[in-house]
């Protein structure tokens, strides 16, 4: 399709782009609008630097690539570059959603009748002060053509609401949401039921959550608390260009040291169902299923090609980009810790005063982790009561890991609408995340 330059390595990502944007604030349209383009990324490597640029003008990606190859010093023996060989040349067509999926056709009319079914159900609760319902969807049908010879089509989509509300009980405020994302309509549909029990539970916590005592407890986390630990404290360290010229960052995550409890196993996995599915990543790597943490043992680390060919490593289908105008560099796909074979009244046995984590606003950290709970429960004498205030979770990330100490059978994947993962400029990127119910041994509660 294009004429690539001599002794150079070059490839064209190709995108197009269809997507929805609906918000309504207490019952006020704010936006309603959809957006459709084509644009491509083109880059060049003479095996000492890379050229880039982007354009929405596909008639002139071949006079990108003989600028960018003007740029570049001509290279005899690229295709030996250590970095060149380890690219996939994949081809053919690999289109994950059939027609009757494609949500590109139905109409924005259609899909506001789908968020503003759910408005009345926020409406019957007297303590919701102010809310906004927001659907968004992205359709994505790539094009990845490369020197080597790959030729390939793929595509990627997401589609998601999220309610979000205040609710005012005498002098207490308390903001809570639902918010789901997939990869069809159908996920986001009929969910009437489930939306009034989150109100429904919103309005508990907010009549009787009391401030926690700060303190040591042994933590319950749920899937959400613990897919948001696992990317936050631990999946970004598993990026492996953060690792590139740094000796003390090799020689601590060494692949093969223990980093955590033998019941523990950390996965990304862009094959996997939800936002974060990338069946090939933006250098045309196909997604595999890749090990970080096995039964403890540091055993992987995510890569785009460059990483792979520096760390003699294997490609793992993680060079993203968040959209036609950035280059891809590593980020994680969907990350979740694997389940165990506890049922959740097991995990809660034994614990005589202890926390579980439901929900989260937030959570960070690297070395030591930070989670910022929304809705937080005490336990006693092995069952859950009471709901409690807590501002921050807190522990080491080394530590935390070693002191898991029981996982659920009961395990879940999750996506959400809204936000996403940043990384250098690059932000929102979307990214799934999940696991079972896991039981720390001690964490920091204030």
Known sequence: ????????????????????????????????????????????????RWYYSSTTNLDSVQEELDRLAYLAKR??????????????????????????????????????????????????????????????????????????GADLTFDYQRVGFRLLYQMVCGEDQFMDRFDLAGNTLDVIKDLHEEVGQTVKTSEDFIRNAKPVTPGKYPVILSPEAAGVFAHESFGHKSEADFMLGDKTMMEEWKIGRKVGSEVLSIIDDGNKPGVGHVAFDDEGTKAVETYLIRDGYLSGRLHSAETAAALEEELTGNARAVNFEYEPVVRMTTTFISPGELSFEELLSGIKDGVYVDSLNHGSGMSTFTLAPNRAYLIREGKITEPVKISVVTGSVFQTLNEIEGLTEDFKLLSFSLGGCGKMEQFPLPVGFGGPFVRVRSLNVH
């Open 1 to 48: 399709m294009y004429s690539f330059p001599d002794n150079l390595y070059s490839d064209v990502r190709v995108e197009d782009v269809s997507k929805s944007d609906i918000i309504v604030t207490l019952g006020r349209t704010d936006n309603m609008k959809e957006q459709k383009y084509v644009a491509a990324f083109i880059r060049v490597f003479d095996g000492e």
């Open 75 to 148: 290279n005899p023996a690229i295709e030996e570059n250590g970095i060149v060989r380890k690219f996939e040349v994949n081809k053919g067509s690999y289109l994950s959603y059939e027609k009757d999926e494609d949500f590109s056709l139905v109409s924005l009319s259609e899909k506001y009748d789908l968020l503003s079914s759910y408005f009345p159900l926020i409406g019957e609760s007297e303590l919701v002060k102010f809310w906004r319902g927001q659907y968004i969807d992205q359709r994505v049908v790539k094009s990845f053509f490369s020197s080597k």
